[in-house]
T-cell receptor, first 113, second 117 residues
Framework: GENVEQHPSTLSVQEGDSAVIKCTYSDSASNYFPWYKQELGKGPQLIIDIRSNVGEKKDQRIAVTLNKTAKHFSLHITETQPEDSAVYFCAASKGTGGFKTIFGAGTRLFVKA | GAVVSQHPSRVICKSGTSVKIECRSLDFQATTMFWYRQFPKQSLMLMATSNEGSKATYEQGVEKDKFLINHASLTLSTLTVTSAHPEDSSFYIC?????????????FGPGTRLTVL
């Protein structure tokens, strides 16, 4: 079955620096890749997603890139702020038809002021 | 848009009792709802998938008689933890997919912290 690996497990950056989180997936049929941000004691919040027909997507300080050949995708956060501190999860899905969304193990991001 | 609520946010119960958790999609109709369990500092573990009006599909290892799921309408799904025990203490999170424009985008609720004494 599908497996999603996420690195690093912990990431500490200085405010204003960039943060990059990387994920790899195993099932080449996966075609939808969302990223979620989870703050302590809360549910995950969708922050950006990308589909397999697109190589890059950007939304203000957040961008996601996808390399279908290598089967990996990355989250890029620029100009990090303390409020970006949270756990970030990547995920992969084959879309509709009852296919599960597989989540990575999560990355705990600390942004130091 | 795409707001999902859960109730209650926290619940403490005695061992042997049952607890019901509600998940509602507030501004859309959810074709599918999911229930996850999350242990501290771990990822999301899918428990079951439910579609309105049909029986839930449980993941391997999840006891369907212990975790009862009812998806009575397109905006409401409930998870009942029956005869709860301390090992059932966890953070339970639901999610819902709106169907349109995307059938695979999941929107999560805020979670329910269950503590079984």
């Amino acid at each position: 079955g599908e497996n999603v690996e996420q690195h690093p497990s912990t990431l500490s950056v200085q405010e204003g620096d960039s943060a990059v989180i990387k994920c790899t997936y195993s099932d080449s049929a996966s075609n939808y890749f969302p990223w979620y941000k989870q703050e302590l004691g809360k549910g995950p919040q969708l922050i950006i997603d990308i589909r397999s027909n697109v190589g890059e997507k950007k939304d203000q300080r957040i961008a996601v890139t996808l390399n279908k050949t290598a089967k990996h995708f990355s989250l890029h956060i620029t100009e990090t702020q303390p409020e970006d501190s949270a756990v970030y999860f990547c995920a992969a899905s084959k879309g509709t038809g009852g296919f599960k969304t597989i989540f990575g193990a999560g990355t705990r991001l600390f942004v130091k002021a | 848009g795409a707001v999902v609520s859960q109730h209650p946010s926290r619940v403490i119960c005695k061992s042997g009792t049952s607890v019901k958790i509600e998940c509602r999609s507030l501004d859309f109709q959810a074709t599918t709802m999911f229930w996850y369990r999350q242990f501290p500092k771990q990822s999301l573990m899918l428990m079951a998938t439910s579609n309105e009006g049909s029986k839930a599909t449980y993941e391997q290892g999840v006891e369907k008689d212990k975790f009862l799921i009812n998806h009575a309408s397109l905006t409401l799904s409930t998870l009942t933890v029956t005869s709860a025990h301390p090992e059932d203490s966890s953070f339970y999170i639901c999610s819902a997919t709106p169907g349109l424009p995307s059938t695979d985008t999941q929107y999560f609720g805020p979670g329910t912290r269950l503590t079984v004494l």
